[in-house]
């Protein structure tokens, strides 16, 4: 009787299970492709698209072709990303993201002849769990704080905090450079990345009394971060980390980071000047990122803070704009058309808060909706008053998932001009961008 019992439930267990496992194919993903029956060795391919319909109030003497005018409206490619990556063995990973960014109609060529870029071309040495050994085009080395290398297709707000990305001042796209780096979990809380960088060397400079980047042949570049996770480990696979989890994990931690490059910058020394003085650059980041759930509903809160004490030498600046609508005579200060001066030497603070609203009641209703608002204040030494700048929006996503989404973000930021050598800010401008985004 016993034996009976037992092959009766064995049956039934199997009956049990085949659909199981027959809805587990089913749903499994046709973008990784197994190399191994366990899936450990595998092939996974991803894309992200990003289209903007951006309307932008221009900094003043702003110019599109030969007009001056004071906006302008755009369809922007802000991004596009192909990529694949890996385990070809249990011990060799490789990554290879191909893309573009910033194709919109100020490309006099027209954006068709806008070439894909290499964006990342990696491989890595898997030695264990502690260490990882890699090198290639990588944003590995990118920086201080967790948005040096930010994942596009997750982030909170309509763009990352660009600042963090131009922190680097010799990368082709902000955050990717030639490295080696190393990287792994220790005490399975504490994930480390460095990295040693042959920075590209900056074409054209000029020479004034305060610091601009030098266009003699680059020192290397020393990287690193520290990351403790007070709750779930996130994923050291690639370089770019999340922006927002919707709730599917709870996220904790705090960061420092540290950038550094020996005789990056230079200027013409006040007291002789046929004689030029060196800067090095020396950047530390301390930063917190904190991602969970609010209950059972499914709501969830994003935060996160960074804090960047930055020395690039005598009162640098540097303008960011993404991407460009226009030009801007050298009466001010903050770049093209939408700039805003981001980057410097100094302190920079920035803060994110989003609220992921409940799950739909209604089972056929999938799409998800996340609010948001972010802000950066750069008290930078050459400006006579810090420079402000704050967000707000919306994404909503189509499947609940991080994957199409439709965004809708306003951007308030303050102009500053240059008065002799003095910098005070003059007005503010403003910008309202809607978003499309596809990726998988």
């Known amino acids: 009787m016993n034996q009976k019992l037992t092959k009766t439930a064995a049956l039934l267990f199997l009956l049990f299970l085949k659909p199981v496992v027959f809805q587990a194919q089913e749903t499994k993903s046709p973008f990784k492709v197994n190399l191994s029956e366990d899936g450990k060795r595998y092939i996974?391919?991803?894309?992200?698209?990003?289209?903007?319909?951006?309307?932008?109030?221009?900094?003043?003497?702003?110019?599109?072709?030969?007009?001056?005018?004071?906006?302008?409206?755009?369809?922007?490619?802000?991004?596009?990303?192909?990529?694949?990556?890996?385990?070809?063995?249990?011990?060799?990973?490789?990554?290879?993201?191909?893309?573009?960014?910033?194709?919109?109609?100020?490309?006099?060529?027209?954006?068709?002849?806008?070439?894909?870029?290499?964006?990342?071309?990696?491989?890595?040495?898997?030695?264990?769990?502690?260490?990882?050994?890699?090198?290639?085009?990588?944003?590995?080395?990118?920086?201080?704080?967790?948005?040096?290398?930010?994942?596009?297709?997750?982030?909170?707000?309509?763009?990352?905090?660009?600042?963090?990305?131009?922190?680097?001042?010799?990368?082709?796209?902000?955050?990717?450079?030639?490295?080696?780096?190393?990287?792994?979990l220790l005490f399975n809380k504490l994930s480390y990345r460095a990295a040693i960088t042959n920075p590209y060397r900056n074409a054209t400079s000029s020479l004034n009394l305060n610091s601009t980047i030098s266009t003699h042949t680059p020192r290397a570049q020393y990287a690193g971060m520290l990351t403790y996770a007070f709750a779930d480990v996130e994923s050291n696979t690639e370089a770019y980390n999340k922006g927002t989890y919707l709730g599917t994990k709870k996220i904790f931690n705090i960061a420092i980071g540290y950038l550094k490059q020996a005789k990056a910058m230079w200027r013409v020394n006040p007291n002789d000047a046929t004689a030029i003085l060196y800067d090095d650059m020396n950047i530390l980041g301390l930063d917190v990122f904190y991602d969970k759930p609010i209950s059972a509903k499914g709501d969830a809160l994003t935060l996160y803070a960074a804090y960047n004490n930055s020395n690039f030498g005598k009162n640098y600046t540097r303008s960011i704009s993404t991407p460009d609508p226009a030009i801007v005579d050298g009466s001010l200060v903050n770049g093209s058309g939408n700039g805003f001066i981001g980057v410097g030497t100094g302190n920079i603070y920035y803060g994110q808060v989003g609220y992921l609203f409940v799950k739909p009641t209604n089972p056929a209703t999938k799409g998800r909706l996340q609010v948001y608002a972010a802000g950066q204040i750069a008290d930078l030494d050459a400006l006579n008053n810090p420079m402000s700048l704050y967000e707000l929006g919306a994404n909503y996503y189509l499947t609940g998932t991080l994957g199409p989404k439709l965004s809708l973000g306003y951007q308030n930021r303050a102009i500053f001009e240059k008065t002799g050598i003095q910098y005070p800010q003059s007005d503010r401008k403003s910008m309202l961008v809607l978003q499309f985004q596809i990726s998988f």
């Open 44 to 184: 996974k391919f991803g894309a992200n698209f990003q289209l903007w319909g951006r309307y932008t109030e221009l900094n003043p003497n702003s110019k599109i072709g030969d007009n001056v005018v004071s906006q302008s409206t755009d369809i922007v490619v802000r991004r596009l990303r192909i990529q694949a990556m890996g385990m070809l063995t249990d011990k060799v990973f490789f990554h290879i993201q191909t893309g573009q960014n910033n194709i919109n109609f100020t490309q006099n060529s027209g954006p068709s002849n806008a070439p894909l870029s290499i964006l990342d071309a990696i491989g890595e040495y898997h030695f264990n769990n502690q260490f990882h050994l890699g090198g290639g085009l990588t944003a590995w080395g990118a920086g201080t704080t967790r948005y040096s290398a930010n994942s596009s297709s997750s982030q909170l707000t309509l763009d990352a905090p660009i600042y963090q990305q131009n922190m680097n001042i010799s990368s082709t796209f902000g955050n990717r450079n030639l490295s080696i780096y190393a990287k792994g």
